[in-house]
């Protein structure tokens, strides 16, 4: 569960009453409400506030179902009840509570505290900020609010982030601000008002209130009639006392959970890809898997594959190598014969390598094609022909993708070889290709092994180079020159081992998988 997953279902049991214990002492919120309705009318005959023009009664019938009595008559509410609450609780609407959005005056030259958006904080805090202005300032045009005043953000995406708080610390208990603000004051004074905030920063009156937008995309609002009828689950008082207490003393828990579910989704974005490199690192180096001595050695299937290099040479299937590379060992260093001319090349061994496995540059074992383009009309999407590989949009995870296709092709990739975009900005993305045939363009080049090399641990090697490959990339378009790719230094296992060190790296990184979901 999510910081965030773990804050909602809090606030949920909350307003519920599963969060703290009903106590039958408690005075229950059927009395409160009788408090606050006796209150209102007091108010209303003193002129200090009006009357409700549609005063809402909710109550049981003798069905036990909720009902609610208005000027308009009485009907069942059922549908509209959310959750089960407490014996002892009461559900009513919002007006049954609160004034929403009222006026107030004061003498011009007052100082007020004046509020814009930016100065009150969303999230699960309760906090804002204000300047001084004199109250013929901003006593028009803006929103009125005054000290312990729930101030809820009307407009998207202020609404969302829970831009809500109790007003305090106003100068002269008075205050205005934006437009975009919904108010709600307790009149009567027989409200625990931090309660009913927490209870405007649920989940639940999140995902209500976008129910209910009006306005266009980026301009969607919440409507006074939305808060003005949104049936609020009432404890009695000092139920909403033990709520708030037992919220606050949760919070700095919540919030080292919050820090730590940071750490830990970074550790588990960042480790998988350390720990994949990694293990590609030990694999191609030699400790992955252990070293069998009944493999046939990488110099004998070194040797195998020339034979076959020289054959199909004879045969015209493909053409000899420019420089023919020849590395062996000699006074325990490491030697490479180009053309028949010597040279050491220790400085060029990145790390040692088990004795049954070979130091070859990549051009040895495979035979590179290279791409070539297409104009628009010599392609098509209508299936017709081979697919035609373009470039990084068509390889995705190691899976190739298809969207146009060809009758004229000719730099044709094989299925199984090893197709690596070459130019452009996915440099190094590789899939190994499942498909019969496809003609390339020139951002790709195929590696073929004539299998007698593990495209599967050629991919695995190379993508533990991606970044030295990407080093070396050069041109207006960049790109890795097809010599650089015959050139990288390659250590060769046993073919045994190849299969080994891909079986391995399967079940782990397949394990990584499983463990992140």
Request: aromatic share 8%.
């Amino acid at each position: 569960m999510t910081a965030q997953q773990l804050k909602n279902s809090i606030l949920q049991m909350a307003v519920q009453g599963k969060l703290v214990p009903q106590i039958p002492s408690d005075e229950p919120a059927s009395v409160l409400l009788e408090r606050i309705r006796a209150e209102k009318e007091k108010l209303i005959k003193a002129g200090k506030i009006k009357k409700e023009k549609n005063p809402s009664v909710i109550f049981r019938g003798s069905d036990n179902l909720p009902y609610e009595k208005t000027s308009k008559g009485i009907r069942c509410i059922a549908d509209e009840i959310p959750f089960e609450i407490p014996d002892s609780w009461e559900w009513c609407r919002c007006t049954a509570l609160f004034q929403i959005n009222p006026r107030h005056t004061m003498p011009d030259e007052m100082l007020a505290g004046f509020m814009s958006m930016p100065m009150l904080q969303e999230g699960f805090q309760n906090s804002h900020s204000f300047e001084m202005r004199r109250w013929s300032k901003i006593k028009n045009g803006f929103t009125h609010f005054q000290n312990g005043d729930i101030v809820i953000a009307k407009i998207t995406p202020c609404f969302q982030n829970r831009k809500s708080a109790i007003i305090s610390g106003l100068p002269n208990d008075c205050g205005a601000g934006s437009t975009e603000l919904h108010v709600l004051r307790d009149v009567t004074g027989l409200l625990f008002m931090p309660f009913f905030l927490w209870i405007f920063k649920t989940h639940l009156f999140i995902e209500d209130g976008k129910k209910h937008f009006t306005g266009t995309a980026g301009q969607q609002r919440i409507g006074k009639d939305f808060i003005s009828t949104y049936l609020i689950p009432l404890p009695p008082l000092f139920e909403q006392e033990r709520i708030v207490a037992k919220i606050e003393e949760l919070l700095p828990h919540l919030k080292d959970y919050d820090q730590a579910e940071t750490q830990v989704s970074k550790l588990n974005t960042e480790f998988p890809e350390l720990l994949k490199k990694s293990i590609l690192q030990w694999a191609i180096q030699g400790k992955l898997v252990p070293q069998n001595p009944d493999d046939e050695p990488a110099s004998v299937l070194l040797d195998r594959i020339r034979a076959k290099k020289a054959k199909l040479i004879t045969e015209g299937k493909i053409k000899k190598d420019k420089v023919e590379s020849v590395i062996f060992r000699r006074d325990n260093s490491h030697y490479e014969k180009l053309n028949g001319v010597e040279r050491c090349i220790d400085d060029e061994i990145p790390f040692e390598i088990p004795a049954s496995w070979e130091w070859v540059r990549l051009g040895a074992l495979i035979t590179l094609l290279s791409g070539q383009d297409f104009s628009p009309s010599e392609y098509n999407s209508h299936h017709i022909g081979i697919p035609y590989i373009t470039g990084a949009s068509n390889i995705e995870n190691g899976v190739i993708l298809i969207n146009r296709w060809t009758d004229s092709p000719h730099n044709i990739a094989l299925c199984g070889d090893l197709l690596i975009v070459c130019k452009g900005a996915g440099v190094g993305k590789m899939a190994i290709l499942d498909l019969t045939k496809v003609h390339i363009a020139r951002q790709i080049m195929a590696i073929r092994g004539y299998n007698l090399i593990s495209n599967k641990y050629l991919m695995l090697f190379l993508t533990a180079q991606v970044n030295k490959i990407r080093a070396k990339m050069n041109g207006l378009i960049p790109g890795i020159d097809r010599n650089v790719m015959l050139n990288f230094l390659t250590p060769l296992p046993p073919f045994a081992e190849q299969k080994r060190i891909v079986a391995e790296i399967e079940k782990v990184l397949s394990l990584q998988q499983t463990m992140r979901r």
